[in-house]
């Protein structure tokens, strides 16, 4: 079972950036494919970034895309997202996940485990 825990969340102004923390807690952490994802209020999860179990490949979604970096190390169990050029559209609880294999996907329903999800709040 992996526990994971996201940080660094918070309030932040338009153009401006702010850095995720995914600590997971498995020892066999570099196994496991990460995702992040993020739900705003009255709509659906959805894929924000994606990264293998070496972090040699990366996958974004089409809104992130150029601003959104999504990295990981494996010697510290923890996985980052670091995000520039905010925008209010990027308002939302952001989640980590994991999943057991060495291949990134792109849906929710592919990954086994999460975290409880941090709030990033971009104001206009």
């Known amino acids: 079972q992996v526990q994971l825990v996201e940080s660094g969340g918070g309030l932040v102004q338009a153009g401006g950036s702010l850095r995720l923390s995914c600590a997971a807690s498995?020892?066999?952490?570099?196994?496991?494919?990460m995702g992040w994802f993020r739900q705003a209020p009255g709509k659906e999860r959805e894929f924000v970034a994606a990264?293998?179990?070496?972090?040699?490949?990366?996958y974004y979604a089409d809104s992130v895309k150029g601003r959104f970096t999504i990295s990981r190390d494996n010697a510290k169990n923890t996985m980052y997202l670091q995000m520039n050029s905010l925008i209010p559209e990027d308002t939302a609880v952001y989640y980590c996940?994991?999943?057991?294999?060495?291949?990134?996907?792109?849906?929710?329903?592919?990954?086994?485990?999460w975290g409880q999800g941090t709030q990033v709040t971009v104001s206009s």
């Open positions: 996940a994991a999943r057991p294999r060495t291949m990134a996907l792109t849906t929710v329903n592919a990954y086994n485990y």
């Open positions: 990264i293998t179990w070496s972090g040699g490949s990366t």
């Open positions: 498995e020892r066999t952490f570099s196994s496991y494919a």
